[in-house]
């Protein structure tokens, strides 16, 4: 277990348990929070398949901070965790393992909560600051503005391994975060690259596919394959290597040879514009004059081509509707950087 000091002597009115459990990684937090504001006090961070359950590394994150600190009990906990969740158990995507919110409860002795991980990242957002570029970028829009934000409803879009969605609702006096489904709507192609990776998709599942196998990171491997299928891809070092990878490893080895490689940069450009695309979608579905906030580690990783040449922005506002092309010219459009979020997220989640 990797023990991480973040804000050791920080003060807090309420102090809780966070949890983000991924197929790779256990991470546990301590997180205070004092008038809406989180901060991170203790984090711990295990390996997920060399557990069994989540009782040892509660146990042993409890017994290291209360060590130090005896004051740091929390008295509720949130865990959100790559799964479905029913009953407030979760069965992991990617773990023989489950985790069980009531067992949890009875053996620590205070509520917990169990939560989708993309859920937790909507329940993060209303925690970040816009204006703390550690936290956020801000994407401009093709003609260089940066939209306010206003009192209305925030939409989610993460393209990690997949593709997640969520949203909040504004009621008025708060954010009322809510998961979907919507990374299984079906792709939209617009012109022929796109309709020809879309038949390609097609002909592999024999039904029309979703968003998710193309704005992933999954996606990139998928469009790698129809590239490399469909025109052929350049038979240098780097190729044959990307070739010879595992799938889940092409997409971060396309991304590194953007700087250098055309047919890579072209790549990376297709799928910047298919998630910017997408995200006009989701944008006009739940009219997010609130923020489109762009998740995930694999837009984390594509910043720098996002903000490229405005293509990000010129596919979000693109519209046959003129009308809907200027709403979401005022939508604003933040990436966040922070990779706490669903720290942050589950905090906040243990509290609403």
């Not at 929390?74 to 489950?98: E, F, H």
């Not at 944008?283 to 293509?311: C, D, M, N, P």
């Not at 200027?326 to 905090?347: E, F, H, K, M, T």
Request: hydrophobic share 45%; proline share 5%.
């Amino acid at each position: 277990m990797e023990i991480i000091w973040r804000n050791e002597t920080v003060s807090f009115e309420r102090l809780v348990l966070a949890g983000d459990i991924g197929g790779t990684n256990t991470n546990l937090a301590l997180v205070g929070e004092t008038g809406g504001k989180f901060t991170i006090v203790l984090e711990t961070v295990s390996a997920s398949r060399d557990l069994t359950s989540l009782s040892l590394p509660v146990r042993e994150t409890l017994a290291i901070a209360q060590a130090r600190r005896p004051d740091l009990v929390p008295t509720k906990a949130c865990i959100s965790a790559a799964g479905p969740v029913s009953d407030n158990r979760c069965t992991m995507t990617n773990l023989s393992w489950t985790i069980d919110g009531p067992a949890l409860s009875a053996e620590f002795g205070l509520p917990v909560r169990v939560i989708n991980d993309f859920l937790a990242i909507a329940y993060g957002v209303p925690t970040l600051d816009v204006d703390d570029p550690e936290q956020i970028a801000v994407i401009a829009h093709a003609d260089g503005s940066r939209p306010a934000a206003q009192p209305a409803t925030k939409a989610v879009i993460g393209p990690g391994t997949g593709l997640g969605v969520a949203f909040l609702a504004w009621d008025g006096a708060k954010y009322v975060p809510a998961s979907s489904e919507g990374g299984h709507m079906v792709f939209a192609p617009w012109n022929d690259d796109t309709q020809s990776f879309r038949d390609y998709m097609f002909r592999r599942y024999g039904k029309a596919p979703g968003v998710e196998p193309f704005v992933s990171g999954t996606g990139i491997g998928n469009l790698y394959e129809w590239w490399r299928d469909t025109r052929g891809v350049p038979a240098t070092a780097a190729w044959q290597a990307i070739e010879a990878a595992a799938v889940h490893e092409r997409p971060r080895l396309i991304s590194e040879l953007t700087a250098s490689d055309a047919t890579a940069a072209a790549m990376i450009s297709l799928f910047v514009q298919m998630l910017g695309r997408f995200g006009g979608d989701i944008a006009s579905l739940f009219l997010s004059t609130g923020g489109l906030y762009l998740a995930g580690g694999v837009a984390q990783k594509q910043l720098r081509w996002i903000e490229h040449e405005g293509q990000f922005a010129k596919a979000f506002e693109a519209s046959y509707n003129p009308i809907l092309s200027q709403l979401l010219r005022q939508v604003p459009v933040y990436l966040i950087r922070d990779y706490a979020i669903s720290l942050y997220g589950a905090a906040n989640g243990a509290l609403n």
